[in-house]
Every structure is written in structure tokens, then in C-alpha cells.
């Protein structure tokens, strides 16, 4: 049995010496990729989280006839929107509306004639802006509605309907 051992060059104890280091670059490569799939999710979290404000904020100025009713108003100088800033329950994002009246023309595909049985449209275009400064995304959505009703002479009521 000594006679064995004395031919051995070592060359086990090599062959293992290079797997280990071929699964330790495997292993180092892996956590180098998780770590990148997860900076990734946070980041597609972050803009979803972002893109959602948004559409909330667009959501918040079409339900406020108040502010629709200003940006009528305001139909008289239409390069100051009417604006109004959003409140979020997450303190981390900010989130703005701009609501601006364009017109009152008949909505696209609408089969009444202008002014007919005392219906009007009116055109908006409705704005909303959201953003999270620590992580520095922010999102911008604009969104056209008609609002439709009787003629705006004494304001917005529950009557109009956002077409």
C-alpha cells in the first residue's frame, strides 16, 4: 500500500480545488443577479406606485365639480389651469391636479345635436401629476372628459355626468 501513495502527484486534491472555485464564481454570480432583480422590482414598484397617484389625482379633479367649475371660469384666461394639490395617505408621494376647459362642442360619437333638449357638453382637459422625491420618479397623465348637462349658468351639480 506505500507503494501507492508514493505515486500520487496530487492531482485529486487540484481537480477539487478548481470545482470549488467554478461553484464559488457560479454562487457569486447568482448573488450578484439577485441583487440586480431586486434593485429592478423596487424600481417597477416605485413607477407603479407613481402611475397609480397620477390616474388618482385626474380621478379627485373630475369628481370635484367645484374645480371644474372654476376651470369654466377660467375660460377667459385659459394659460392659468384652474389647480388644486392632492392629499395622499402615503407622505412619501405629492400629487397635483390642473383641470383647463377647452369648449363646449358636442362629445366625439355623440348622436344629439348641440344644445338639444337643453343638454350641453363641455370639454376639460384634466391633468395629474404625481411624484416620489426620494426616489426621484415622477408621472404625468392628461386626460380629455366631457362633462355633460344642463348649461353651466350657476355651476356644476350632481346632474352633469363625466362622459
Do not use: C
Not at 60 to 65: E, F, M, S
Not at 79 to 91: K, Q, R, S, V
Not at 118 to 141: C, E, M, P, R
Amino acid at each position: 500500500m506505500m507503494q501507492y501513495r508514493s505515486k500520487q502527484q496530487g492531482a485529486v486534491l487540484i481537480i477539487s480545488l478548481i470545482l470549488l472555485l467554478v461553484i464559488t464564481m457560479v454562487g457569486l454570480s447568482g448573488i450578484s443577479t439577485t441583487g440586480l432583480e431586486e434593485k429592478m422590482a423596487s424600481n417597477w414598484q416605485t413607477k407603479n406606485l407613481v402611475f397609480q397617484a397620477a390616474d388618482a389625482a385626474i380621478e379627485d379633479g373630475l369628481a370635484d365639480n367645484t374645480m371644474l367649475w372654476k376651470a369654466y371660469l377660467k375660460d377667459k384666461n385659459p394659460e392659468t389651469p384652474e389647480t388644486a394639490t392632492i392629499t395622499n395617505t402615503d407622505t412619501r408621494i405629492t400629487g397635483s391636479v390642473e383641470v383647463e376647459f377647452k369648449d363646449d362642442e358636442i362629445a366625439f360619437g355623440s348622436s344629439r345635436r348641440q344644445g338639444a333638449a337643453g343638454i350641453q357638453d363641455y370639454h376639460f382637459y384634466v391633468t395629474g401629476n404625481a411624484n416620489i422625491l426620494s426616489a426621484k420618479t415622477s408621472s404625468v397623465h392628461v386626460r380629455g372628459a366631457y362633462v355633460s348637462g344642463t348649461s353651466l349658468n350657476s355651476g356644476l351639480s350632481s346632474m352633469h355626468k363625466v362622459l
